[in-house]
């Protein structure tokens, strides 16, 4: 089946009436990543694919990882092989598929006195590095001295510079890339439904799980789905699931918690992105990010609550002592920071390892009922995590379905409809709609780059639809333009929906959030028909949010 929409659609009420008249082959539970790439795998191959989130897609783990898609060097020194690999060459891949979205990314490496990597070790790392990922070009690592690591990123300090390693990643918007991969499957078919959670299993004669009973938190109506096979895709909460299902065994999760922080650019203005030592051995990023920079990730063992992971003043502590000794002319305080994200890693539990240590490779667990769940890996494999998934689907399906699908194309499936084909597409398209937006009087210099990193070439709809509004500025009719289509072809079902995970606006440019909520939310009572309940519950979630974006508490939220 080919994708058949000119922008692809998600639209809820669609979504949930297909459910009453399809009987599906897979069922995955978890719209995050994960679940979103294995959806499209399945949807692509011919399998009639439903995908279920409790919350919003991409609201735990993939909308806070420090997004990038890179090939984890670090994982190098660990002698992950091939987790460098696979990861190093997907990169590309994922590059190739939404040009605008995964943009390459120079890194910087800093080699200092006691570091973590030395010269020799850095120099022979990087050059494996590339090899393992296929790397050509001016995209292959550099050596650098003192003096040329210096005339890169002047703000580092000379004290204890030895040189640098240059080399090549790509950032990327997790939710965002979470989203257009969902919008994707729903192209060829698969049927996605946000804030619908699941509540129990259910089972055939054989004890064979077979079906998912669900509640419709909107409507607070359950329903049923039934499947052939269920997938668990629900990062953290992949063990409440075995739980539920009765096959949680000695094999378990390792939380750990990363926290990022955002600054002004002016106060930590880095020219590209670092890759630095803290003071305790372990690396942080610090990435420039238009109008701001931010830094992380921390990295310590969870076992709190899985719904609110905060940011607390030790992660604030240690982020920013390690900022201080390596940026010399940084003096980075608390009073900087504009907001804070912080969430978790679902890693597979491994005796007598610390934290930076565990492997970050993913791992599938079949249960004795059939649940199939995965956990594990690193938002840059989700395409190949997705391929294994369902790999695993169909040799449990052959002998009683007699499945024979396809392998896997999504290598070849552009993820925004329409699609750039190359980066160079992306710059002339973006110096085209610099000129319109120039035209209609707004000059803010990160609007466009913004726009279309987060849109791609569906920024035509909201510059459109943005004429339409009347008696507002540009800058709210911009906005406006964005929730709208926001809510028409994504799925908004909440404020926060698109202030985090549409737009990032959040935690890139909380002062939005502030200006713009009151408007935003007069719109959606308009388009959504929310009562005055719903509306109260609404403007509740959003302050906590923005509370727990821009405070640092004394210690963790307690689990429930």
Not at 334 to 345: F, M, N, Q, V, Y
Not at 472 to 483: H, P, S
């Amino acid at each position: 089946m080919e994708a058949i929409h000119t922008f692809s659609v998600l639209n809820r009420v669609a979504q949930l009436q297909k459910i009453e008249t399809v009987p599906y082959d897979l069922v995955i539970i978890g719209g995050g990543v994960t679940g979103a790439g294995i959806a499209l795998d399945a949807a692509s191959r011919g399998l009639k694919t439903c995908l279920v989130e409790k919350n919003d897609f991409a609201s735990g783990t993939s909308n806070k990882s420090t997004k990038l898609i890179h090939g984890g060097l670090r994982y190098l020194k660990q002698l992950e092989i091939g987790l460098v690999k696979e990861s190093g060459r997907e990169r590309a891949i994922v590059h190739k598929l939404a040009p605008h979205l995964v943009i390459p990314e120079k890194m910087l490496l800093p080699l200092t006195k006691n570091g973590t990597y030395g010269a020799l070790l850095t120099s022979i790392g990087l050059k494996v590095y590339d090899l393992l990922a296929n790397v050509e070009g001016d995209d292959r690592r550099k050596m650098l001295d003192k003096n040329e690591t210096l005339a890169l990123e002047p703000l580092l300090s000379e004290n204890t510079l030895l040189g640098g390693g240059y080399y090549s990643e790509y950032r990327t918007d997790d939710a965002r890339l979470t989203i257009e991969l969902l919008k994707t499957a729903s192209s060829y078919g698969a049927t996605i439904i946000n804030y619908a959670e699941m509540t129990g299993f259910q089972y055939s004669t054989k004890n064979k799980v077979n079906g998912i009973i669900c509640i419709d938190h909107n409507t607070d109506e359950t329903f049923e789905i039934k499947a052939k096979r269920l997938v668990s895709a629900t990062g953290p909460w992949v063990d409440l699931l075995r739980k539920k299902d009765g096959s949680l065994d000695k094999k378990h999760l390792y939380l750990t918690k990363g926290v990022h922080l955002v600054f002004p650019f002016q106060k930590l203005p880095v020219k590209q992105s670092i890759y630095f030592d803290a003071p305790d051995g372990r690396m942080l990023f610090a990435i420039p990010r238009g109008r701001i920079t931010y830094v992380g990730t921390t990295d310590t063992p969870y076992n709190n609550s899985l719904e609110r992971v905060v940011t607390t003043k030790n992660d604030v502590a240690y982020v920013i002592k390690a900022i201080n000794e390596t940026f010399k002319t940084s003096t980075v305080t608390e009073k900087d920071i504009e907001s804070t994200w912080a969430g978790l890693r679902p890693l597979i539990h491994e005796k007598s390892t610390s934290p930076s240590e565990v492997s970050r490779k993913d791992e599938i667990f079949v249960s004795e009922r059939g649940l199939i769940s995965i956990a594990g890996g690193k938002l840059t494999g989700y395409r190949k995590m997705a391929q294994r998934v369902i790999e695993k689907v169909l040799d449990t399906m052959k002998q009683k379905y007699k499945v024979d699908l396809k392998k896997s194309t999504t290598k070849n499936i552009s993820l925004t409809i329409p699609a750039f084909k190359t980066a160079a597409e992306v710059a002339i398209y973006k110096s085209e709609i610099n000129q319109r937006i120039k035209s209609l009087g707004v000059f803010d210099e990160f609007e466009v780059d913004y726009l279309i990193a987060t849109y791609g070439k569906q920024t035509e709809l909201i510059i459109e639809k943005s004429l339409k509004f009347q008696n507002t500025n540009l800058k709210e009719k911009f906005i406006r333009a964005e929730l709208w289509f926001c809510i028409t072809y994504e799925m908004v079902n909440s404020l926060t929906d698109f202030f985090v995970r549409r737009t990032g606006r959040l935690y890139f440019n909380i002062d939005s959030v502030i200006a713009f909520k009151s408007i935003i939310l007069e719109d959606c009572i308009q388009i959504l028909k929310w009562d005055e309940q719903r509306v109260d519950k609404e403007i509740t979630e959003l302050n906590v949010l923005i509370k727990d974006a821009t405070t640092f508490y004394e210690e963790e939220i307690k689990t429930q």
